[in-house]
């Protein structure tokens, strides 16, 4: 047998130096071992998580992805956060069609095999859900980065572009509007500006250079790069062209934003600029006094981020945060900065400036134009307060 458990916590001081470490004993496991291979046994705390109450139903449900745990800007497949409204739709390729009706010269039906026969594009894009960071509306709700913050990924898609496609059918002159309907039991859809469609969007049957998996849409989505994740339909079935929006259930009831007024804000398709420190956070706390890391997120929906800084006492005063290369438009962008921590309180933030020169407000800057009955759309700054004992809480200052 085998010395050692996988997972174990245990130092067993006979594998440190100088001693030879026990697995330089014996012989591993052959290259058949996994044909489809997986993370380490001790990695296995990082995971997805769901907070059960958020929802009615496991069906239609939610779960964060662990950001406070990922390195560099790519989210792995197996990590990247799901929202489904209906549970994840289980299509077989062979029988999936994507139809294409409406205000077209040529209505058609396409096959997966005549998806893949188009030119297709490669591209890094994050996607996050209009509804992260959405219970901190009123005050700080959950204590940890991967609740407040984990409704977002950034994987490299590929697909066709939505023009290859459109120029087969032929959009008549007054199609300015697109439906983008889901093959899945909400049969979810969104109305979709033209000028989107012919812009930037993508068709998309790959993530991270694999398939997608079911519960991202395989095995097409729709990827609408800066927009909210609701719009980005999975398994899509159908694509109508209109001459106006649809006002589907998903853009009239949901995904918009109630004003202080009455009024409710709607078709708020770009994702404001947003930052998060993802270490120190509740799942990282400061574990040493001295010279400590501090690593963050950061993205724009209209464009690339510029700059970040970096506050340790609240706001008050800023210090510019390292943005390492590579830093691309409408993707996560990695950021990182030292802070020496002498066991004092620590009021960490971020804030973002993207290329537009949009700022990232504070929640009291965001509540005097959107007041607080929003859900969706929080893009405010986020604290982080690091106690005398290096933990670390969600905080909202007055
Ligand atoms: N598309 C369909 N067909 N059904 C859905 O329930 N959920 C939407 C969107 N597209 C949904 C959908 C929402 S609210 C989000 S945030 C994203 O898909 C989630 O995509 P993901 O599961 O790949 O993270
Ligand atoms: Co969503």
Known sequence: GRP????ATEIDPGNLPPNVPMWGHYLGDGV?????GSPSPHEAHVVRRNVPWLTATTESSVNFTPIQDLHGFVTP????FERHHAGTAEVNPAEYRLMINGLVDKPMIFTMEDILRFPCESRFYFMECAANSGMEWRGAQLNGVQYTHGMIHCVQYTGVPLR????????????KWLMAEGGDASGMNRSIPL???????LLAFAMNGEMLRPSNGYPLRLVLPGWEGNMWVKWIRRIEVGDQ?????????KYTDLLADGRARYFTWEMDAKSVITGPCPEKPVLHKGVNQIKGLAWSGRGTVKRVDVSLDGGRNWMQARLPDPVLPKCLTCFNAEFEWNGEEVLLQSRVIDDTGYVQPTMQALQKVRGVNSIYHNNSIQTWLVNKTGEVENVRLG
């Open 77 to 80: 497949n197996g990590l990247c």
């Open 4 to 7: 050692g458990v996988a997972g």
């Open 245 to 253: 929006p649809w006002f589907a259930r998903e853009e009239t009831s």
């Open 32 to 36: 058949d071992a996994e044909p489809y």
């Open 195 to 201: 000028e989107k469609a012919l812009d930037d969007t």
């Open 164 to 175: 290859v496609i459109l120029d087969q059918v032929g959009v008549k002159p007054n199609g």
